[in-house]
């Protein structure tokens, strides 16, 4: 039997790739070839979706973007021996994109059936869960904290710090609750580790739970994401079936239940505490912090809160230890981050490197440059709250502390590239409109704030020609004031950190509002 | 994926009841039951929200507050088919405005609306998670990357033709 893999990602069956699986067995059939299909994840190059590959003796082989038409083609050129074809990419893990990464959160993405247990324990699952049964709970958090991971969600606060504290509470039950919602544009980390490697999250999810005396845990998943959704549910009924869930893991005497919840559409459930209201059933209203949802997270009881990327990376560092983890990366900013390449790349893919890598090479080197061939302008990073970078900041390297010096935030590792037709006050524009339309509108800044800027933003951009000058200066003045009142005022990141598109735009782009950089100097920042 | 046309009342008030009966006893209840609902008819209806606040001690003002506050539930079915074009920074990167606006075109509605043959209902979205093959179109759990106006209408006529 030939194993022969197309991914069941969705980013690949967004190009066909369901088509190809099919034609594949058809043609597979017709020929009287022995092949069997594995509906692997992503391993993230999206350019060359869909990504066949052929497990040959030499090791796995890659043939891509593959369409239908092409399988006779590849079948008559024997691309089941690995043979040279017009398409052949050759080694996967020698495609230069690939092999200069380092994978450690993503180490099994693209290479197991994501929803086959045996295939998981086979590549190293199941180590980290194992190592943590045979350790006292504060040992756990003391290796999470060593490990210097930070919430990779977007806020960077230390992983090991938040699991102290539900630690040392004594409530009963407590709380494991995973941030799926991932609704920055340009970041798609999590669903590719819970439609590639669904495992890896539900392991981490259940050291964290052993670690903390937690019981229960859940999954709350946008609901734009079915296809995590599916592959989540059929991975947790697989670790139920074979007591890595349940009422006694790994006949260890400790519980821990786990459950897939979807959201309904609203970017704020991204939010933490929008999240546990919505959890709890009602609207996804922004709550008054402390107190800390670690001390009365879910139900009024003590919630760990993690993003995704930050539990799926919990298992490595238990199998080997903080120091591993931590020996990657740079400054504070320690381990690897799964960054993701979008909008107008030629290359646009995942790409998980330690901490230090330039915008500038994942730009060029990895992305390729833009895919309609004309000059980057601009990037942002970090989600629809996240700054805009012109040309001049492109070697700022990836590290928490360097983007905030730069009054940008990484966030959860998205980076959109715009090319040279770009408008950005019309990117500024949208950055309001889209926390207008986000708003939990519990807080005034962020509830009338973002209408106001859409306004404010649209005087800018409409003032005549000829009245120009002081009008135009005035309202942006007017713009920069209320982005103030934003950033201060707001009881969330969404109204909070909204002004960070607007003012980069200003503040970098001063020609696309009709002003000159020297006007704009000195209002605000 | 849309409800069949003409449910009776006693029809969509047992759709209700059972999509209560499968979840109430789950902590957290009100998001997968209203689920479970739209699954079943397509929607929301108003007339749901008597029984399933009743069904969990709420006030009828409490669940229509949910069910308002979040994008994905409706108050009436949609089209046979519901086409979600991703209005998000990566997108646009790559045209997606100019694909809202011929989309727009070409179906005859705007945003929120259905076209006149029920076929398709037109609604944005904010990302889809698919932002290395931006422009992404998403229909029922079908989702659509690198689309450009071409591939859209080829999208429409497969929909149209698919009932």
């Known amino acids: 039997m030939i194993r022969v893999f197309v991914p069941r990602d969705s980013g690949a069956l967004s190009v066909g790739a369901e088509a190809v699986a099919r034609g594949i067995a058809l043609e597979a059939a ?19 979706e869909p990504m066949v590959e052929v497990e040959t003796r ?21 691309f089941l021996e690995g043979k040279p074809h017009r398409l052949a990419l050759g080694a996967t893990e020698e495609i230069p994109y690939l092999r200069r990464q380092e994978r450690l959160t993503f180490a099994r993405v693209g290479i197991t059936d994501p929803v086959s247990l045996g295939d998981y324990e086979a590549h190293e699952g199941y180590r980290g869960l194992r190592r943590a049964l045979t350790m006292p709970g504060a040992a756990i958090v003391d290796m999470v904290t060593q490990s210097g991971l930070r919430g990779r969600g977007g806020a960077a606060f230390p992983t090991g710090i938040k699991w102290k504290t539900v630690l040392g509470t004594t409530a009963d039950p407590k709380y494991v609750v995973c941030n799926a919602d991932e609704g920055d544009s340009g970041t798609f980390s999590d669903r590719m580790i819970m439609e590639g490697d669904p495992f890896v999250l539900i392991e981490g999810m259940t050291i964290a739970g052993i670690a903390v005396g937690a019981t229960q845990g ?23 079936a074979a007591g890595y869930l349940g009422p006694d893991v790994l006949e260890s005497g400790k519980r821990f239940d786990l459950e897939v919840r979807v959201g309904a559409g609203a970017y704020i459930c991204g939010e933490e505490t929008a999240m546990l209201e919505s959890l709890e059933g009602k609207r996804g209203m922004v709550r008054y912090k402390p107190p800390l949802p670690a001390i009365a997270g879910l139900f009024g009881k003590p919630t760990i809160i993690n993003n995704v990327i930050s539990l799926a990376s919990v298992p490595i560092i238990l199998d080997k230890g903080g120091e591993y983890y931590r020996d990657y990366g740079m400054g504070r900013s320690r381990g690897t981050l799964p960054i993701q390449l979008a909008g107008n790349l030629k290359h646009g893919g995942l790409v998980e490197k330690a901490f230090g890598v330039t915008l500038r090479e994942l730009l060029y080197d990895y992305g390729g440059g833009s895919r309609t ?36 935030m990484l966030g959860h590792g998205g980076i959109v590239a715009f090319d040279d037709t770009v408008d950005m006050a019309a990117q500024a524009r949208y950055a309001m409109e889209f926390c207008a339309i986000e708003s939990c509108g519990k807080c005034t800044p962020c509830r009338i704030g973002s209408t106001r800027g859409v306004e404010g933003i649209d005087r800018v951009r409409t003032i005549d020609k000829i009245v120009a000058g002081r009008d135009r200066e005035a309202n942006v003045q ?19 950190m909204a002004p960070f598109p607007v003012l980069s735009a200003f503040n970098h782009f001063p020609e696309d509002f009709g002003l000159t950089a020297g006007a704009l100097a000195g209002a605000g920042r | 994926m849309s409800a069949e046309p003409a449910l009776s009342a006693e029809a969509r008030e047992a759709a209700v009841s059972a999509a209560v009966a499968e979840h109430a006893g789950r902590p957290g209840p009100l998001l997968p039951i209203l689920h479970a609902i739209q699954e079943r008819l397509g929607c929301v209806p108003a007339e749901a929200v008597p029984s399933v606040a009743q069904a969990l001690n709420l006030s009828r003002a409490e669940v229509h507050g949910v069910i308002s506050f979040y994008h994905d539930f409706r108050d009436h079915p949609p ?17 997606a405005d100019a694909l809202v606006a011929h989309a727009k075109k070409k179906l005859g509605v705007g945003f929120h609306e259905t076209t006149a043959d029920g076929a398709i209902t037109l609604e944005p979205v904010y990302c889809l998670g698919n932002c290395a093959l931006s422009p992404a179109v998403l229909v029922g759990e079908d989702i659509r990357g690198r689309v450009t106006a071409e591939r859209f209408d080829s999208l429409v006529d497969e929909l149209r033709m698919a009932r």
């Open chain 2, 79 to 95: 089209g046979r088919h519901l086409l979600k074009i991703c209005r998000a920074e990566s997108c646009q990167a790559l045209g």
């Open chain 1, 30 to 48: 017709a020929r009287a070839a022995a092949v069997t299909l594995v509906r692997n994840g992503s391993r993230g190059l999206y350019w060359l």
């Open chain 1, 373 to 408: 061939g004309r000059p980057l302008r601009a990037v942002q990073v970090g989600g629809p709250l996240g700054a805009y970078l012109p040309e001049s900041q492109f070697d700022t390297p990836i590290d928490y502390e360097a983007f905030t010096g730069i009054s940008a």
């Open chain 1, 58 to 78: 030499g090791g796995r082989v890659a043939y891509g973007p593959v369409t239908p038409p092409d399988l006779p083609g590849l079948f008559a050129a024997g």
């Open chain 1, 478 to 496: 007017l713009v920069r004031d209320l982005c103030d009142t934003m950033l201060h005022g707001s009881l969330c990141a969404l109204g909070g």
């Open chain 1, 218 to 240: 859940y999954i709350y998943i946008r609901s734009e994401y079915p296809h995590a959704t599916r592959a989540l549910n059929e991975a947790i009924a697989a670790a139920t």
